[in-house]
């Protein structure tokens, strides 16, 4: 089956950096993303790997290893409004998108 | 980015009533949008794929009779939950997808929360 595994929440403090773990078992692979997710709010896009390596997009980073079937987003320099929801999602061989359960961000002061 | 429309973004009902939601790309084309029901604490589940001018394709378990999406336009895309009942309640969010890019990035519409009494 199709399995995609994420932390369920993490704390981190303001001002530090935060890696979000996302490991995954899927039939093919056609690009992994990133989105975020406010409570009651719909998932915005954050990132997009097809390719091994890190891209940075200002305070948020995401790294993929196809070989390990592993992803990490990276957040710098935390603010309180980072406190969300972070949704891993694979798209599959047949462009289906294999949605994890989310890691749930809690930045303290 | 490209932004998605949903309405309505609340919804309080009886039990028995029919409720839809409209899904809108408004300044983009979007050949493929999609469906979704989220209850609390909990992942998106997808329930169905829509294309314009094609039936929607289900995902396993979802009934089709009861959640009715019509895809009439490359712009608008409709979910009816017919006959509600409060099992039903969830959070419902649509996303679409850029015609004619490659890159698959859905994006989100603000989705709707529905309460069935």
């Known amino acids: 089956g199709q399995n995609i595994d994420q932390p369920t929440e993490m704390t981190a403090t303001e001002g530090a950096i935060v890696q979000i773990n996302c490991t995954y078992q899927t039939s093919g692979f056609n690009g992994l993303f990133w989105y975020q997710q406010h409570a009651g709010e719909a998932p915005t896009f954050l990132s997009y790997?097809?390719l091994d390596g890190l891209e940075e997009k200002g305070r948020f980073s995401s790294f993929l290893s196809r070989s390990k079937g592993y992803s990490y987003l990276l957040l710098k320099e935390l603010q309180m409004k980072d406190s969300a929801s972070y949704l891993c999602?694979?798209?599959?061989?047949?462009?289906?998108?294999?949605w994890g359960a989310g890691t749930k961000l809690i930045i303290k002061p | 980015g490209a932004v998605v429309s949903q309405h309505p973004s609340w919804v309080i009902c009886k039990s028995g009533t029919s409720v839809k939601i409209e899904c809108r790309s408004l300044d983009f084309q979007a050949t493929t949008m999609f469906w979704y029901r989220q209850f609390p604490k909990q992942s998106l589940m997808l329930m169905a794929t829509?294309?314009?001018?094609?039936?929607?394709?289900?995902e396993q378990g979802v009934e089709k009779d009861k959640f009715l999406i019509n895809h009439a336009s490359l712009t608008l895309s409709t979910l009816t939950v017919t006959s509600a009942h409060p099992e039903d309640s969830s959070f419902y969010i649509c996303?679409?997808?850029?015609?004619?890019?490659?890159?698959?990035?859905?994006?989100f519409g603000a989705g709707t929360r529905l309460s069935v009494l």
């Open positions: 829509s294309n314009e001018g094609s039936k929607a394709t289900y």
């Open positions: 790997n097809v």
């Open positions: 999602a694979v798209t599959d061989s047949n462009y289906q998108l294999i």
């Open positions: 996303s679409a997808i850029l015609a004619g890019q490659d890159l698959q990035i859905q994006y």
